[in-house]
């Protein structure tokens, strides 16, 4: 049965599914059986499921990650779960060496079904180190799956499918669509890793977003509609392995591409899908690609100097617009009204 | 006094491991083992001590010198030789080489070179255990060098916290590569104090003393079966040849020919055998008998890794992700 649940209600559920299904599946990260319970993703899951399968742990990333993956190597599946990224990056040299690398060091002898959550800042003055969006970071490493879900239903579903994947699957999980509903199935079920999904069918243009960015994306399209422009927005959805069937065919379809990113832009994801559309559509390209990405520089901390840091759905279709060889006029430029630009809707108050 | 059975799987121990890195030190000038090669020798007592210790059902993880704990915790000579040759027949596929050794069916889980960073993973198989109320121990080798690592001093404090099953055992022989202990920590504090400090159950050992090594590990292995928590032992010891390669290396400067004379008087494989012979537990001709049989064994297993196949071109790409 389908209902309409938020995306933190739809990590739970996933979570709580996977724990009732497999024994062998705990969940461990600092503050996951806290009051908070990782925003809402975790709360309850100790009561129902005991504190030795869903553990807080001392505050070391690195070791806490090996940790999880000499318990996966025999025959456990943990899932590690990081409330920032930029806290996970203490753990860069077990995900990297290690995680990445034994099924393979190891001639397939051995596997890591690992799953690590990192969840993505924004607003309310997360600034420099707690709203970083590392996932480039991650999908170059061979070994590693990267996946971002957007929408409730592909939070649950890709969350179930990684638990159940036999390799380390890295799960960036963007802090503003926590409170975000979507119609989600209450039975469990899975979203292939790898697999894009079209969110908005269309023509003229492909717009390729993730994450939270996609949500953006969405926007955008529904303003270019009104300039009498068919946009296709492409929810990536998984970063590695890359969809590039999904990415491709509508690159031939409408010959235009604007990807757009929650990270930098330089060596990032949306590098890679240019490159993609330079290697493999160059031929079906009707104009250079752009980008939509943050600006060059970390992040903020001040309301008046974060404000701008983030680029919103008028950025993205004055990209289209100016692909196509039109002006954007600046009211696609204005903030949204009825509320702050570093909250995600009113209802979010702070602190984090 | 220790068993005859015991004490001659001792001595067969640590001879099998001298047999092995002498011949590798003789055969790699060939230049025929393209991986850099960490060995042992004058270590083995604290090898062979630990590793006789463990049950085959344990599990056991090292680092880069790991040729001696793979060996004692009964790793597949000739899936070793092969690897370190680079064959599709080494242990790891021709994958991972010396420095990552590997034996699941003698609970080897793997080495790698990465200082400290099989710590975490040692601990985390132990955590798996407790979970799954199995009665097994895990066992984790490392060196001094090892215990200057953030990794360490989180697995002690998380092992101690979950009173794990694990055993960690450090080799303490004075240097990380060239550097000695004195430019790396400060003097008068003991490595064991630090575990101790964690709240971990410390023992400190010499290390070229197979038998003293064999009955601290036994007892750290058995109060970790036990569940009474981690244990960790310090064991002194000493590397003959140079950090990485075959060679000798005293005269370059970073320590003494006088230091490295006074450690080789300890030799444990020969201080052993005289005290097998005195104590009429052996006769010279049997321990010549073992060492003769070890010798054969190695020869057999380069034989092995030298007329193996190389692994085909396309096996470069697998393993990647599991299927």
Redo the contacts between chains.
Sequence with gaps: MTRQIKFFEALREGLDQCMGADASVYVMGLGVPDPGGIFGSTKGLVEKYGASRVLDMPLAENTMTGVAIGSALTGLRPVLTHQRVDFAILSMEQLVNQAAKWHYMFDGRMRVPLVVRMIIGRGWGQGPQHSQSLQAMFAQVPGLKVVMPTTAYDAKGLLIAAIEDDNPVVMLEHRWLYGIADDVPEEAYRVPLGKAKIMREGGDVTIVGLSYMSLESLRAADILKGYGISAEVIDLRSLRPLDEATILASLRKTGRLVVTDTAHGPFGATSEIMALAAEKAFGALKAAPSRVCLPDHPAPTSPALADDFYPRAGHIAAAVLRQLGREPDAALFAPPAGRRLDQPDSSFQGPF | MMDATTRKALYRAMSRIRTVEERIADLYPEQEMRCPVHLCIGQEAAEAGTGLALDRRD?ALSGHRSHGHYLAKGGDLKGMMAEIYGKATGC?????GSM?L?D?DAGF??A?P?VG?????????????K??GEDRVTMVFFGDGATEA??FH??L??AA?HALPIVFVCENNLYSVYSPMGVRQPDGRSIAGIAAAHGVATQTGDGNDAEAVFTLASKAVDAARRGQGPVFIELSTYRWREHCGPNFDNHIGYRTEAEYEEWRQRDPLALYRARLIADGAATGAELAAIDAELAAEMEDAVTFAKSSPFPPRE?AG??????
């Excluded at chain 2, 960073?117 to 798996?128: K, Q, R």
């Design positions: 599990y790891a596929g021709g994958k991972g990552h590997v699941l889980l793997g790698v990465i960073s099989t710590i975490p993973i040692a601990v985390g198989t132990a955590f798996s255990s979970m799954k953030g990794v989180e697995s404090n998380f916290l096996s697998q393993h990647i992700y599991a299927e």
